[in-house]
């Protein structure tokens, strides 16, 4: 079975500072891996995902992630975050290589951003 | 508008009373998936559905919980005699026809459950 770990549960920064989100996973087999945010109020946004191919992935709203097969990491960055990136964001990872699957979840960081 | 919609938004039930969670899908996706988010946790997967059929179901509690997609209408997923664990935000994903698990999953706004 696999499993997600998200190293920080609340994180505050400033305005402008560079954003880095930890996340590990378990598994032996090819995942994919997703990052979805979750700002007040609303649903569950997919933020980016890595299927295959170039293990740097760009996603929306200048966020971007690396996975680095040897370390199981996705950890995700953005170089100047905003007061709007507020919010709460999940790592998530299912089996790849065909089949779908359902979702393994972290627990989740809590972003906030002071201006 | 997420595309993915989930009824009712909020629902609160009394002890032993019976919970009935609705999701319709994003028009053409034909998988659902439910899962159940408790306070301060991340989301768990409960049960993973495609139209009359119940694919995957290892994350659903083995008593009081079951799950249909039916050929016509939502996904229900029911919950008897409901208890106070019970309380928490459960939600609904979609996700198009496919063979290939690299098919993001699209979230409903969830319904937030509260047991008295």
């Known amino acids: 079975a696999q499993s997600v770990s998200q190293h920080n549960h609340h994180v505050i920064l400033s305005e402008a500072a560079s954003l880095e989100l930890g996340c590990n996973y378990s598994?032996?087999?090819?995942?994919?891996l997703f990052w979805y945010v979750q700002y007040p109020g609303q649903h569950l946004q997919l933020l980016l995902k890595y299927f295959s191919g170039d293990p740097l992935v760009k996603g929306i709203k200048g966020f971007e992630a690396e996975f680095i097969k040897s370390k199981f990491s996705f950890n995700l960055r953005k170089p100047s975050v905003q007061w709007s990136d507020t919010a709460e964001y999940f790592c998530?990872?299912?089996?790849?290589?065909?089949?779908?699957?359902?979702?393994?979840f972290g627990k989740g960081t809590h972003l906030i951003i002071q201006p | 508008n997420a595309g993915v919609m989930q009824n009712p938004r909020h629902l609160v039930r009394r002890r032993g009373q019976e919970a009935r969670l609705r999701c319709s899908p994003m028009k053409g996706h034909s998988h659902v998936y439910w899962y159940r988010q408790l306070p301060e946790e991340g989301l768990k997967f409960m049960v993973y559905l495609q139209k009359e059929n119940i694919i995957d179901e290892s994350g659903m509690p083995k008593e009081r919980f079951s799950a249909e997609f039916p050929k016509e209408g939502p996904s229900i997923l029911r919950i008897q005699q409901v208890v106070r664990g019970d309380s928490a935000a459960y939600f609904c994903?979609?996700?198009?026809?496919?063979?290939?698990?690299?098919?993001?999953?699209?979230f409903g706004d969830g319904t937030r459950l509260s047991i008295l």
């Open positions: 998530a990872v299912n089996k790849g290589g065909g089949g779908a699957d359902g979702l393994t």
């Open positions: 994903a979609s996700s198009p026809q496919g063979k290939l698990s690299n098919q993001p999953q699209h």
């Open positions: 598994y032996g087999g090819t995942v994919n």
